[in-house]
């Protein structure tokens, strides 16, 4: 087996790089004011609408850098209804000098994201690379202690804000021996990622943590294998552990395995999700694409995809042509086979609906009613529709019960209040009929529609 590369001993291009954390600034409120939020669309015609139709995200990596672009911003909020900052939540961007944080650049990509209703992914907490070089200095207890402070107090900045965490990312070697990689992280103790999802735990109790990683994605390989190990000795312990991120980065290298499902399947079959977390494809096979995407469809607990980068000049690896959009923001071949594989895909079965714990309609607001109808129910997450009638702007306020959270909408501008329960739906001239994800977090109660006003 070629592995795809060793990230240690090679120079690497963005998302690596620490120049991609520069800020301009310079544009951003002007190209706000031509911004497109996400499903503006009809359902099923932008990534994010499709994907959410099916109780998934599709995301992007995203820069900071490059909000004050506009062509890449109005395809961001056009297709996307996920968002992992590139570069601005690791730990030299987040804790330049120790105990010293500086969440700027990433707070502007959160801040962008939730404003117009896309969840955050973030990455990632613990890390052997792009370490600040305080902490390349460091070792033993002191650098141990060091990293879960960090963890702590990034995880807590975030607290409610980020739907999952790559809490610890590429902490096993690359070749045959499924050795964990030697680093100075692991050199403070064999129990290192253990400790920093605990640490993540008691920091963000509400964020789904993940492990993540690259070359991971056959079945058949020894790393594969011994993240498989890890994940099932920390399930049957306890530890904190929700899902597993496959970056999938897809080259001649490293191809696309004929096995990816069953690896997607495995790990799901432990009782975590699945997330193809930094997807990309050289040359940007639309069969490649497509097979990826049907694969997550057809395990229920793989949850999201997140391509790294929206157009090819975005990428870290741009001379491969590896996404969906080419460098003047034009849809490519790959993005065509991926929406029609959303659009096609075949939800798993579903569960009998949740019961009905209140009226479908309530009194209307205004001149308007608004009819809350169930939809596809998974093992963990279910969607929902709303049909409004009388109005055609319209304000629509609907609520989820705690510890549920609404993970993707569609066809409106949602806002929300402090809670993250109560949502705040806007027309957007998309229709009459918008949707969400809840993630029932073990309750499942149906949303309540509060309120309808036209407007």
């Known amino acids: 087996m070629i592995e795809r590369h060793h990230r240690d001993t090679r120079p690497r291009p963005s998302p690596r790089a620490r120049g991609a954390l520069v800020l301009t600034a310079v544009g951003l409120l002007a190209a706000a004011g031509a911004m497109v939020v996400p499903g503006s669309a009809n359902a ?46 690791k730990i030299d961007a987040t804790e330049p000098q120790q105990g010293v944080f500086t969440f700027a650049n ?18 990632t907490l613990a890390w052997h690379s792009q370490q600040p070089g305080w902490m390349q200095n460091m070792s033993g207890s002191a650098l141990r202690q060091a990293m879960l402070n960090h963890v702590t107090q990034v995880a807590a900045h975030y607290r409610g804000q980020v739907v999952a965490w790559d809490v610890v990312n590429e902490a096993f070697a690359d070749g045959g021996s499924g050795a964990r990689r030697d680093s100075n992280l692991q050199r403070t103790g064999n129990d290192w990622i253990e400790a920093a999802f605990r640490a993540a735990r008691a920091a963000d109790p509400g964020a789904k943590l993940c492990y993540n990683d690259y ?35 897809f080259n001649s290298g490293s191809p696309y395995p004929g096995n990816y499902r069953t690896t997607l399947s495995s790990f799901a079959a432990l009782g975590v999700d699945v997330q193809i977390t930094e997807l990309d494809i050289a040359g940007a096979s639309p069969t490649t694409y497509r097979n990826v995407v049907n694969d997550c469809l057809a395990v229920s607990r793989c949850t999201g995809i997140t391509v790294w980068g929206i157009r090819d000049s975005d990428s870290w690896r741009a001379s491969d042509t590896p996404l969906l959009f080419d460098n003047g923001g034009n849809r490519k071949p790959a993005y065509d086979a991926v929406l029609a594989a959303l659009n096609n895909g075949t939800p798993p079965p579903t569960s009998t609906p949740p019961p009905t714990t209140g009226p479908t309609t309530p009194p209307p607001g205004g001149s308007c009613t608004a009819t809350l109808r169930d939809g596809t129910r998974w093992g963990d997450r279910f969607n929902s529709e709303v049909v409004v009638n009388g109005a055609t702007s319209w304000t629509v306020v609907v609520a989820v019960t705690p510890p549920q959270k609404i993970s993707a909408t569609w066809n409106g501008s949602p806002s929300w209040d402090t809670s993250g329960n109560v949502m705040t739906m806007r027309s957007n001239g998309s229709g009459n009929v918008f949707g969400f994800t809840t993630m029932a977090n073990g309750n499942w109660t149906r949303p309540q529609v509060r309120s309808c006003t036209a407007s």
């Open 215 to 249: 070359n991971t994605d056959d079945w058949t390989h020894a790393k594969t294998q011994a993240v498989y190990a890890m994940v099932r000795d920390f399930k049957q312990r306890g530890v904190p552990i929700d899902c597993v991120g496959f970056q999938s980065h």
């Open 44 to 89: 099923g015609t932008t990534l994010g609408a499709s994907a959410a139709e099916r109780g998934r995200y599709f995301g992007a990596a995203v820069a900071a850098n490059k909000l004050g672009d506009s062509t890449y911003v109005t395809i961001l909020n056009r297709e996307f209804n996920s968002v992992t900052p590139e570069n601005e939540m």
């Open 106 to 123: 990433a707070d502007r990509i959160v801040n962008h994201a939730r404003s117009r209703g896309m969840s955050v992914r973030g990455h």
